[in-house]
């Protein structure tokens, strides 16, 4: 099974805090117009007459503050620096444009210079909490990350119950690893609108980064019953639930839920499909993982998922063309090349047109051989290839293979068998004793390896002694037909 693919973290940053310039006595008929267009709610047409005025007067600084402050509101923040740098430099006292130039600066990610600008606002206005709260977001932003702990906690004495800056500053501490605190001043913040999604979702993150599942799954619970439609809520619950077994349908229905409110993300179809197949429901969960390849359609891990949903639900040919797929998207991705090399194992062994045998044998051994190209170190890989070799009547290649497996794991007792039966194919008789008593001795519990034994042992003309091998095979495992076989074979071969 593959690993969920997680979802980006969500946090939010609450947003800046944006200050009308003071309502100055009309210089003029456009500014008095543009003023009274604002009131009236008609941004546009007041932005027109400002524009007039500052034109009729390029030293009208409540024209230039206005129409700067205007500007931004409509999302113009780099029209709105030009008039707002130009009002400062004519109201270099005025906080208002300070503050509003800061904005414009930090909105165009002139960072340095919305950083400049907010200072001079808490120069001007030392105890303005919203100023403050400002300089600290621009702080955070540059990461300046101590400094805007220091000026969100600034904010917040003089404003306590302001969960902007309490979110702001929650922040601030996750991104400095002081989850702890982060997580008490999400908390502090709540209390004072348990019911604010933004603060919950961001309390539900720390929760979960600082390794508190139960409180993460409650926060987030406490968010899906706030708004059903939040997605993100949906995304972290799957993720958090989804490794305990108890959860995985409520983990899978949250996903389900992230997939309609979102169909165009990746994570939420591909995690729905590995839950799925984790249930054996490989039918719907081809579906879920179809649904994460439209987003991503290069993804092998999702078009190697797709092929054993395929083989699990007894298309065995399109899971080794959708198999290949994946390898041919990427030809180092080791599991879409052991998948199919599976596949190939499982079904050499299970049929019985034996064309289709050889051809899952051919392909098997090209397969295994091309995976420990890929990973000489990978021993599993290396004695299937010597079982496929074996089964082939080659020997001698699976002699090698076996070998070379346990000079890099002399226990492995897979290996130690498959030399064994490959010397004896070998008619190297002595050399497979030698092998099948060292397994004897190291798996005293392992029924096959006195039953080889015993044959060895048979071939070597010592039938007493292979017949006590026979014997205690059965008695590990009395059901052992070869052993059994064997030993009723002997008991019939008269003596001489």
Request: with cysteine; aromatic share 8%; glycine share 6%.
């Amino acid at each position: 099974m593959i690993i969920q693919k997680r979802a980006c973290g969500f946090v939010i940053l609450l947003v800046l805090a944006l200050i009308a310039p003071a309502v100055a006595a009309p210089s003029d008929a456009n500014f008095k117009k543009g003023i009274e267009y604002y009131k009236g709610g008609n941004n546009a047409a007041a932005i027109t007459e400002l524009e007039k005025a500052v034109q009729a007067d390029p030293k009208n600084a409540p024209a230039m503050s206005w129409l700067g402050y205007l500007l931004l509101k409509e999302q113009r923040a780099a029209d709105a620096v030009t008039y707002l740098q130009t009002a400062s430099e004519l109201s270099p006292k005025d906080p208002e444009v300070w503050n509003n130039l800061g904005t414009a600066y930090y909105n165009i990610g002139e960072n340095e210079k919305a950083i400049d600008a907010y200072s001079q606002v808490v120069k001007l206005r030392p105890a303005s909490a919203d100023s403050i709260y400002n300089l600290a977001n621009a702080q955070l932003k540059l990461n300046n990350l101590a400094e805007a702990e220091k000026q969100f906690r600034n904010a917040a004495t003089l404003k306590p119950k302001d969960v902007n800056v309490l979110n702001n500053l929650g922040l601030t501490l996750q991104r400095e690893n002081k989850l702890d605190d982060a997580i008490v001043t999400f908390k502090k913040a709540i209390e004072i609108e348990p019911e604010n999604a933004t603060l919950l979702l961001n309390l539900g993150t720390a929760l979960k980064s600082s390794g508190d599942t139960a409180g993460a799954v409650q926060a987030f619970e406490h968010l899906v019953k706030l708004n059903k439609n939040l997605y993100y809520a949906h995304v972290a619950l799957g993720e958090l639930i989804s490794s305990d077994e108890s959860k995985t349908d409520s983990a899978i229905e949250h996903y389900r839920q992230a997939a309609k409110l979102q169909p165009g993300e990746f994570a939420p179809n591909y995690n729905l499909g590995v839950l799925l197949a984790k249930q054996g429901k490989h039918k719907a969960a081809i579906d879920a993982y179809n649904a994460a390849l439209q987003v991503k359609p290069t993804d092998v891990e999702t078009m190697t998922n797709i092929g054993w949903s395929l083989y699990k639900t007894g298309r065995t040919a399109d899971a080794i063309k959708q198999l290949k797929v994946a390898i041919d998207q990427d030809p180092s991705f080791m599991t879409a090349r052991k998948r199919l090399a599976m596949i190939y194992t499982y079904e050499k062994d299970g049929t019985s047109d034996q064309t289709l045998k050889q051809s899952y044998m051919d392909s098997g051994i090209a397969e295994w051989r091309e995976i420990v190209k890929l990973d000489g170190k990978d021993v599993a890989a290396r004695v299937n290839l010597a079982n496929f070799y074996l089964d082939a009547k080659d020997a001698g290649n699976a002699q090698e293979q076996y070998q070379k497996a346990l000079e890099m794991d002399a226990g492995n007792s897979s290996a130690r068998l498959g030399l064994g039966l490959s010397l004896v194919e070998l008619n190297k008789i002595d050399e497979a004793i030698e092998q099948f008593r060292s397994l004897v001795k190291s798996n005293p519990k392992l029924p096959s390896a006195y039953n080889n034994l015993g044959v060895a042992l048979e071939k070597k003309g010592l039938a007493e002694e292979a017949k006590a091998q026979y014997k205690k095979a059965l008695e590990l495992d009395p059901g052992y037909s070869d052993a059994k076989f064997n030993l009723d074979r002997l008991a019939n071969v008269p003596k001489h």
